[in-house]
């Protein structure tokens, strides 16, 4: 078992998510990252991705639609302008943005590009294959 430390992920709306975990692994914007307890100080940027928060108890998925985190004192805080938790996520209507963002008739377009990205993020996120 892994010493557990403290975790948040925030949003401008809510906390999503204020307790312990003994990992918390994400997309950073030069890589895939996982901290634990005790990790050396570390702020970076975070990328649209899969953030995973393994509790003693469960796994939590939080699709991250880009951010920050920042580590110190066994402590990590993630701060998002958008960012859902799993279980939170509509199915059906982030189904429905991957499919207009795959039938766009620009798909080089970064702003397509971007759609997709987030909306298989949120399926992940929820437990759905893209």
């Given at each position: 078992?892994?010493t557990?430390?403290?975790?948040?992920?925030?949003?401008?709306?809510?906390?999503?998510?204020?307790?312990?975990?003994?990992?918390?692994?994400?997309?950073?914007?030069?890589?895939?990252?996982?901290?634990?307890?005790?990790?050396?100080?570390?702020?970076?940027?975070?990328?649209?991705?899969?953030?995973?928060?393994?509790?003693?108890?469960?796994?939590?998925?939080?699709?991250?639609?880009?951010?920050?985190?920042?580590?110190?004192?066994?402590?990590?805080?993630?701060?998002?302008?958008?960012?859902?938790?799993?279980?939170?996520?509509?199915?059906?209507?982030?189904?429905?943005?991957?499919?207009r963002?795959?039938?766009?008739?620009?798909?080089?377009?970064?702003?397509?590009?971007?759609?997709?990205?987030?909306?298989?993020?949120?399926?992940?996120?929820?437990?759905?294959?893209?």
């Amino acid at each position: 078992m892994a010493t557990p430390f403290a975790v948040r992920v925030v949003t401008p709306e809510k906390i999503l998510f204020d307790g312990e975990a003994e990992m918390v692994f994400m997309r950073a914007s030069n890589g895939d990252i996982a901290f634990l307890a005790h990790h050396m100080p570390f702020i970076g940027s975070l990328e649209i991705g899969l953030v995973k928060i393994k509790t003693s108890e469960k796994e939590i998925l939080v699709a991250l639609h880009g951010g920050f985190v920042k580590v110190k004192s066994s402590n990590l805080d993630i701060v998002a302008g958008v960012a859902e938790l799993g279980e939170q996520i509509d199915i059906d209507r982030a189904r429905t943005a991957l499919d207009r963002a795959n039938s766009s008739n620009n798909p080089d377009d970064l702003e397509v590009q971007l759609a997709q990205r987030r909306a298989s993020v949120r399926l992940q996120a929820a437990g759905v294959s893209p």
